[in-house]
């Protein structure tokens, strides 16, 4: 969702041109996770004002606008010993894509006080009615102009009073208890030059440290440089080191020296720092390399990608499996579960149905799946016996965090399973494991997505390894994970019969995907891939569901793909592509074996076979490139899809 990326330098020489380069820079880094406009403010012009831009549109748009801007033009080659630059990425969510309703939000005119933001205010608007009853006029439709307002209130109001005038953080802590739903928060002011404050609850925001920034105390030394961000994208070629915030902290900084303070009302009390974290992430990893998209080079990363996600965790001779997030009581407390249930959203729900069949198969546990916006609007039962599991990429995901905190309420065993090391996902949960897949810039989940299928695998494997009567089974499945990585590398050969059919069907206003088992997962996947990124109404369904509904929808005009893997549901799937036929459908077959039954559909294409339960591995790859090309094909935004961002921190 929205971005946002602050820099403090403090007591260390910066011309404005290099402080906005880092700024505009940071925003680049954040675009991935979607956006519709941008906008920055620093420090120019006179003693102590402000520049704010806002641009709709890409960050080169914003870029240009800073290059062109008197303020800007005058002052670029000013050097300056201290200065904090804000900027952010906005993905609307309360009022249109405009200049105006772009962040930074400023209080008034004067930029008394400047705000980015990321989340939702959901008591904004009874905010706006109280803020308006005394004199306050709004000039965006943001919820987040409510803060900028507030905190304008709050500061005129104490230095009305004959009480001592409030610090900064004292400040921003007032407004914080006026405030309910999930937000992280970036704060300037012109009253409180050389400081600023930073706060989360619910959204993600990460503290990086350079230059002589050190956490160990809240004293620093000269020559320091500070970032807030989002995300830790942005942040990797500047430092690695790092301090991610949990929910209730404010950092306050001020002339270089840093303070932590949780704001909860129950106990509003200074801590201690917390303790750095050091990236592991490698610059390379948010590069294009010789790929034209982010997403073409993460699909092709995939067969490393799986590699590093059983590194350390698989011996292949042994065939064994270790997972550090679930060692001891952990795994029998598992084993001995009522039931496991899988939350998730978007890929990270498919995965689990991907894997549902073969964690029952292996594990004798039932596994229940559910998407976590419905998970949220029942009160559903949930036992302490439970083992439940949450899914997210980014392990910041708003609706699966909000069914994280109801699932701990009912002391089930929460387990955790993300892409990013110091998430709240990663924080809260009880256990877990990370899934390895390297940074993902691409919207559209590739290389994450196999990764968690992975994961499940392994846990599987794991929680079975005392069971005689599976030992042929794991086997099997042991030797196809050995095998997964080159399986997947002859699935990408197929990477021009997939952009040959993606011309087939550039022009195709619906798309059904059809297939059953191991693959039904794999056509909601693919079905998911072609509307995010070609935007052309693709379904997933169940082919043992054809005769109930969706065979209405067959004729001549209808393109059908359909994943006719051999397993044992291999005649069930051609009985099918059969009623498809007699209706004059159009099938195009995908198959692990030839099979000269399937030579009356309109086309086949041929995939490497592996193991039933790793069959979805090398499926959704096919998928996932005729989703690109198609595209590519169309002329859209591959990585940046509309309307749609990489992470998803609001219900």
Excluded at 82 to 87: F, K, Q, V, W, Y
Excluded at 115 to 121: A, D, E, F, L, R
Excluded at 227 to 233: H, I, L, P, Q, R
Excluded at 571 to 600: H, N, T, Y
Aim: aromatic share 6%; net charge negative; proline share 3%.
């Amino acid at each position: 969702m929205c971005g946002i990326f602050a820099y403090l330098n403090y007591d260390k020489e910066r011309t404005l041109r290099e402080i906005m380069q880092i700024l505009i820079n940071g925003l680049k880094r954040l675009e991935y996770r979607g956006y519709d406009s941008a906008g920055i403010c620093f420090d120019g012009g006179d003693q102590g004002s402000m520049t704010i831009l806002k641009k709709v549109g890409p960050v080169r748009v914003l870029e240009a606008a800073a290059q062109s801007d008197k303020n800007w033009e005058n002052n670029k080659q000013r050097v300056v010993k201290s200065h904090l630059g804000i900027s952010h990425t906005r993905w609307a969510t309360h009022g249109e894509p405009c200049d105006k309703n772009s962040h930074p939000i400023t209080s008034n005119d004067e930029n008394d006080f400047v705000v980015v933001h990321n989340g939702i205010i959901t008591n904004y608007a009874a905010l706006r009615t109280v803020l308006s009853k005394h004199g306050f006029v709004f000039k965006t439709d943001t919820d987040t102009e409510t803060i900028a307002m507030l905190l304008k209130y709050s500061y005129d109001e104490s230095t009305e009073s004959d009480d001592k005038l409030l610090s900064f953080s004292e400040l921003v802590m007032n407004v914080l208890d006026h405030l309910e739903g999930a937000f992280a928060l970036v704060v300037k002011s012109r009253h409180y030059p050389n400081e600023v404050v930073a706060c989360k609850r619910g959204s993600p925001l990460i503290v990086g440290l350079s230059g002589n920034a050190h956490p160990a105390s809240t004293s620093t030394s000269s020559g320091v440089e500070i970032f807030f961000s989002s995300d830790a994208t942005s942040l990797v070629e500047h430092t690695r080191r790092v301090m991610y915030l949990e929910d209730n902290d404010l950092v306050h900084v001020s002339n270089g020296d840093m303070r932590l303070i949780n704001t909860s009302s129950e106990q509003r009390k200074e801590l201690p720092l917390r303790a750095l974290h050091t990236l592991e992430m490698e610059i390379e990893s948010i590069r294009k390399g010789k790929y034209s998209h982010f997403m073409q080079k993460e699909i092709f990363e995939q067969p490393e990608s799986i590699v590093n996600t059983m590194r350390g965790r698989i011996d292949f001779k042994s065939q064994t499996v270790t997972l550090g997030g679930f060692k001891g009581s952990i795994k029998e407390q598992i084993k001995r579960a009522r039931r496991i249930v899988f939350i998730g959203c978007g890929s990270s729900y498919y995965s689990a149905v991907a894997c549902r069949s073969i964690l029952e198969e292996l594990i004798d546990v039932p596994v229940t799946i559910e998407l976590a916006s419905d998970f949220n609007d029942r009160t559903p039962p949930v036992f302490r016996d439970d083992v439940v599991c949450f899914v997210s990429q980014s392990g910041e995901t708003a609706d699966t965090l909000r069914c994280l905190e109801y699932c701990k309420e009912k002391q089930a065993l929460c387990v955790g399973f993300c892409n990013t090391v110091g998430s709240s996902i990663a924080r809260i949960t009880d256990c877990g494991t990370h899934i390895n897949a390297g940074c993902e810039v691409g919207v559209a989940s590739t290389k994450a997505y196999t990764s968690q299928i992975v994961c499940y695998l392994m846990l599987a494997l794991l929680l079975s390894e005392d069971s005689i009567s599976k030992k042929e089974r794991r086997s099997d499945i042991f030797k196809g994970l050995q095998n997964i990585s080159e399986t997947m590398r002859k699935a990408l050969d197929l990477d021009d019969e997939m952009k040959s059919l993606a011309k087939a069907l550039q022009n195709e206003r619906s798309i059904l995907l059809m297939g059953r088992g191991y693959q039904y997962a794999t056509c909601l996947e693919g079905a998911l891939k072609i509307k995010e990124l070609a935007y052309i109404h693709t379904e997933g369904i169940l082919a043992g569901e054809l005769k109930h509904g969706p065979l209405a929808l067959i004729d001549e005009n209808m393109p059908v793909i359909m994943m006719a893997s051999k397993d044992e549901l291999y005649l069930k799937v051609k009985s099918s592509l059969q009623q498809i036929l007699s209706r004059k459908g159009r099938p195009i077959v995908f198959l692990s074996e030839a099979d000269p039954d399937m030579e009356s559909a309109s086309q086949t294409v041929m995939l490497p076979k592996t193991v039933d339960c790793l069959q979805p591995l090398i499926n959704v790859i096919p998928l996932q490139l005729l989703a690109y090309h198609l595209a590519v094909l169309r002329g859209l935004n591959v990585d940046c899809p509309r309307n749609l961002a990489k992470s998803v921190t609001v219900e």
